[in-house]
């Protein structure tokens, strides 16, 4: 569900399915289904080079790099990567979020991974700290960096609020500026089984799911042209990862 509050308002919602996938266990994947795979082309797929560096190099050295800017040190401990999967070769992923675990099987970081249309993307790295964990799950805020939304302005605050993956999972982000809520997105699912039965009915569920998305976004861009918002200029992009402070901003090595 994605609502904009003003200028004007304006509210969709749509059916999805993501992919939990563990970065350590791609060759696991791979056996799961004859209609899924990993780094080749299938009904659906996952690559590891349309995240993180986009090189196609293991996902584990490059998140670990990011987290330790940030003394986090997971020591081996899980990485989930929920995202969507590639659909006939095709993914386009607004944000990617690594739920990053610890070696007590504690949820230590959350690593949000954004992308835009114009094909850039940006990482906030948020470690979890004591105050932001709360029955009803996480609750982080960071400034906004990274120009998303042609329509946004770029000085703004997210509000992100996350349960973290279990039976069901929820993400909800909430953006702000000075005077409020401007916009909400929000996700919410429940945790089926990758086999060839789910797959497949999530596939003629919702065909072309990553056309799907991208079409919604220009069609959904164009009917708030239409109630009369104007673009934002887009500036230069950031560096590719930031910490909560936004003046210890990283470039992280492409080949970790």
Same mark, same amino acid.
């Given at each position: 569900?994605?609502?904009?509050?003003?200028?004007?308002?304006?509210?969709?919602?749509?059916?999805?399915?993501?992919?939990?996938?563990?970065?350590?266990?791609?060759?696991?994947?791979?056996?799961?289904?004859?209609?899924?795979?990993?780094?080749?082309?299938?009904?659906?797929?996952?690559?590891?080079?349309?995240?993180?560096?986009?090189?196609?190099?293991? @996902?584990? #050295?490059?998140? /670990?790099? =990011?987290?330790?800017?940030?003394?986090?040190?997971?020591?081996? %401990?899980? *990485? &989930?990567?929920?995202?969507?999967?590639?659909?006939?070769?095709?993914?386009?992923?607004?944000?990617?979020?690594?739920?990053?675990?610890?070696?007590?099987?504690?949820?230590?970081?959350?690593?949000?991974?954004?992308?835009?249309?114009?094909?850039?993307?940006?990482?906030?790295?948020?470690?979890?700290?004591?105050?932001?964990?709360?029955?009803?799950?996480?609750?982080?805020?960071?400034?906004?960096?990274?120009?998303?939304?042609?329509?946004?302005?770029?000085?703004?605050?997210?509000?992100?609020? @996350?349960? #973290?993956?279990? /039976?069901? =999972?929820?993400?909800?982000?909430?953006?702000?500026?000075?005077? %409020?809520? *401007? &916009?909400?997105?929000?996700?919410?699912?429940?945790?089926?089984?990758?086999?060839?039965?789910?797959?497949?009915?999530?596939?003629?569920?919702?065909?072309?799911?990553?056309?799907?998305?991208?079409?919604?976004?220009?069609?959904?861009?164009?009917?708030?042209?239409?109630?009369?918002?104007?673009?934002?200029?887009?500036?230069?992009?950031?560096?590719?990862?930031?910490?909560?402070?936004?003046?210890?901003?990283?470039?992280?090595?492409?080949?970790?």
């Amino acid at each position: 569900m994605h609502a904009r509050m003003k200028p004007v308002t304006h509210r969709f919602t749509y059916r999805v399915f993501s992919l939990l996938i563990d970065v350590d266990a791609l060759a696991q994947a791979d056996k799961l289904s004859p209609v899924f795979s990993v780094a080749r082309f299938n009904l659906l797929s996952f690559a590891e080079k349309d995240h993180g560096p986009r090189n196609g190099a293991p @996902l584990r #050295p490059y998140v /670990e790099k =990011l987290l330790a800017g940030a003394n986090v040190d997971l020591r081996g %401990g899980r *990485i &989930l990567l929920l995202c969507y999967p590639r659909i006939l070769g095709f993914v386009f992923n607004p944000l990617s979020v690594y739920y990053c675990y610890d070696d007590k099987g504690h949820l230590a970081a959350l690593l949000y991974e954004v992308r835009n249309t114009f094909g850039e993307m940006h990482s906030y790295v948020a470690p979890i700290e004591t105050h932001e964990i709360d029955p009803s799950g996480i609750k982080q805020e960071r400034d906004k960096l990274f120009y998303v939304s042609p329509f946004l302005d770029m000085t703004m605050r997210y509000h992100f609020r @996350l349960q #973290p993956p279990g /039976e069901t =999972l929820r993400v909800r982000i909430l953006e702000k500026d000075q005077q %409020g809520p *401007i &916009l909400a997105a929000t996700f919410s699912g429940t945790r089926q089984d990758v086999n060839t039965k789910t797959l497949l009915q999530a596939f003629f569920s919702m065909p072309l799911l990553s056309f799907k998305i991208v079409a919604a976004i220009h069609w959904e861009a164009a009917r708030l042209w239409v109630k009369g918002l104007r673009l934002t200029p887009r500036p230069a992009p950031p560096s590719l990862a930031s910490y909560r402070d936004a003046s210890r901003a990283v470039l992280p090595d492409p080949h970790p």
